[in-house]
């Protein structure tokens, strides 16, 4: 239990695979969720209020800041490539030139291949997760030896305290990988967990990933959102395209120091 608990909740790794690698990466992972959980002292986890609807904003916003553009309600009719290479996005007749393209795997289903299925569950409660004393948020891993998986299940819950629920009322995403060709009795001791649920929204989505990295058509595909809760393979995707994109690792110390440089270290503190 120790051993699932440390990997699988405080590592956040998704199989057992690291009980056979060196420590040393598994020792940082504890360390930032302990680090993490220093910060604030309730949670290592942030949740933007009014919803993840919130972090595209706050892009959006940002972006527009260094001269980004935007097309709105634009359907995408053809990615245009010419020898090979991408060299823009034919929207209405019109044309937008580019040299890359990042998009997600429903932009361009030729060049992507199925891995996998994901069941989420949508579960409208009167009331918090018992055991969690009242918590008005929680995040949840069920590690999968504790249920006979594969594949650890996934819980989220969040309320009104995040301006994203009516007062009294919380929602909880149960999710998981399926596994079997009864992906509901896969989360059930998810739902167990939940139980009385008022109204419950139940999917199944696909999982892509991309044939290859891009580099030749400077076509970079992202992967689709697999069935953890708290964005950590989301991050690495996004490092990783920016690897493929760039030819080299982001650098968060000098990002660090440019910040520095413009604000000064006070400010980042």
Same mark, same amino acid.
């Given at each position: 239990?120790?051993?699932?608990?440390?990997?699988?909740?405080?590592?956040?790794?998704?199989? %057992?695979? /690291?009980?056979?690698? +060196?420590?040393?990466?598994? @020792? *940082?992972?504890?360390?930032?969720?302990?680090? &993490?959980?220093?910060? =604030?002292? #309730?949670?290592? /986890?942030?949740?933007?209020?009014?919803?993840?609807?919130?972090? $595209?904003?706050?892009? !959006?916003?940002?972006?527009? @800041?260094?001269?980004?553009? =935007?097309?709105?309600?634009? $359907?995408?009719?053809?990615?245009?490539?010419?020898?090979?290479?991408?060299?823009?996005? #034919? &929207?209405?007749?019109?044309?937008?030139?580019?040299?890359?393209?990042?998009?997600?795997?429903? =932009?361009? +289903?030729?060049?992507?291949?199925?891995?996998?299925?994901?069941?989420?569950?949508?579960?409208?409660?009167?009331?918090?997760?018992?055991?969690?004393?009242?918590? *008005? &948020?929680?995040?949840?891993?069920?590690?999968?030896?504790?249920?006979?998986?594969?594949? %650890?299940?996934?819980?989220?819950?969040? &309320?009104?305290?995040?301006?994203?629920?009516?007062?009294?009322?919380?929602?909880?995403?149960?999710?998981?990988?399926?596994?079997? *060709?009864?992906?509901?009795?896969?989360?059930?001791? !998810?739902?167990?967990?939940?139980?009385?649920?008022?109204?419950?929204?139940?999917?199944?989505?696909?999982?892509?990933? +991309?044939?290859?990295?891009?580099?030749?058509?400077?076509?970079?595909?992202?992967?689709?959102?697999? !069935?953890?809760?708290?964005?950590?393979?989301?991050?690495?995707?996004?490092?990783?395209?920016?690897?493929?994109?760039?030819?080299?690792?982001?650098?968060?110390?000098?990002?660090?120091?440019?910040?520095? %440089?413009?604000?000064?270290?006070?400010?980042?503190?």
């Amino acid at each position: 239990d120790v051993i699932d608990f440390t990997g699988h909740a405080l590592a956040l790794y998704r199989t %057992d695979d /690291y009980l056979d690698q +060196p420590c040393q990466e598994t @020792i *940082n992972r504890i360390k930032l969720y302990s680090e &993490s959980l220093a910060r =604030y002292g #309730k949670s290592p /986890y942030l949740y933007p209020l009014y919803g993840l609807g919130e972090l $595209p904003q706050g892009f !959006a916003r940002l972006s527009a @800041i260094y001269g980004g553009n =935007y097309m709105l309600n634009k $359907p995408i009719e053809e990615i245009v490539v010419e020898n090979g290479k991408v060299v823009g996005v #034919k &929207s209405e007749g019109e044309i937008a030139r580019c040299k890359q393209l990042i998009c997600d795997p429903s =932009y361009i +289903p030729d060049r992507v291949k199925k891995v996998g299925e994901v069941i989420r569950v949508i579960c409208i409660l009167n009331h918090p997760i018992k055991n969690t004393n009242d918590a *008005n &948020s929680c995040q949840i891993i069920i590690p999968q030896n504790q249920v006979n998986r594969k594949s %650890d299940i996934y819980i989220c819950m969040i &309320s009104s305290a995040h301006n994203v629920a009516a007062q009294g009322k919380y929602i909880a995403i149960v999710s998981t990988t399926v596994e079997t *060709n009864e992906p509901e009795k896969e989360i059930k001791p !998810a739902m167990d967990l939940l139980e009385p649920i008022e109204q419950k929204f139940e999917g199944i989505s696909d999982l892509f990933s +991309p044939n290859d990295l891009g580099r030749e058509s400077q076509i970079f595909i992202s992967r689709s959102y697999d !069935a953890t809760t708290h964005f950590e393979t989301t991050c690495d995707d996004i490092k990783d395209i920016y690897k493929r994109m760039m030819g080299s690792e982001f650098d968060f110390e000098e990002m660090k120091r440019k910040k520095n %440089d413009i604000y000064g270290e006070e400010e980042q503190q």
